[in-house]
């Protein structure tokens, strides 16, 4: 059974998913924002498109690398992307990163999971959306947190994957920033290196 991890709690995902993890999978699903029309009338959706990224960073807090949706893998293969979706319709994963562990380069020793909203709604507009963590060895959710508790934030860093010897631990951030693409979260991501 996943764990629905609060601000700020770590687990261990040797623990939890067992020491044989290998490859996780970041999953980011949300919906359209419902439009009220007038009346009750004329309502409808408006899209929102929202941005998966993962950012690996040394141990001294230098970026290595960005998987995202301008590029949809990492220099070495180990972080793929699953594409940008642009409106958050259907069922599920809407946007999706997978982590090889066991590939990730040496030198990388943090990979945080970071979400824009490239259309510029606040999270406050945005509902049922999540990112959770999965071993794709047998599809078994490891941990979820909710990201529809609203807000004036376009962005929001949240959960880092970092390594401890030869076990990675996840902890959940949900810490808002803003912008429309990683870049603009530098500043904020560095407190949680």
Not at 32 to 50: E, N, P, R, Y
Request: charged share 20%; hydrophobic share 35%.
């Amino acid at each position: 059974m996943p764990i629905s991890l609060k601000k700020g709690q770590q687990i261990s995902l040797a623990k939890e998913a067992g020491p044989s993890l290998s490859t996780v999978r970041m999953g980011l699903g949300w919906d359209a924002v419902k439009k009220k029309g007038f009346f009750g009338f004329g309502g409808g959706q408006a899209s929102v498109d929202l941005d998966a990224n993962a950012l690996m960073f040394d141990a001294g807090g230098t970026l290595l690398d960005v998987v995202w949706f301008r590029q949809l893998q990492s220099k070495d293969g180990s972080v793929k992307h699953s594409g940008d979706n642009r409106t958050g319709a259907g069922d599920g994963d809407d946007e999706t990163i997978t982590v090889d562990l066991t590939r990730l380069p040496a030198n990388v020793n943090t990979v945080v999971f970071t979400v824009n909203n490239f259309t510029g709604q606040d999270f406050g507009q945005i509902e049922n959306a999540y990112c959770r963590l999965v071993n794709t060895q047998g599809e078994a959710e490891i941990a979820r947190y909710d990201l529809s508790a609203g807000g004036q934030h376009s962005a929001m860093i949240l959960a880092s994957l970092k390594r401890q010897g030869g076990d990675w631990t996840m902890t959940a951030i949900g810490s808002p920033s803003r912008g429309r693409t990683y870049q603009d979260n530098l500043p904020d991501i560095k407190a949680y290196l």
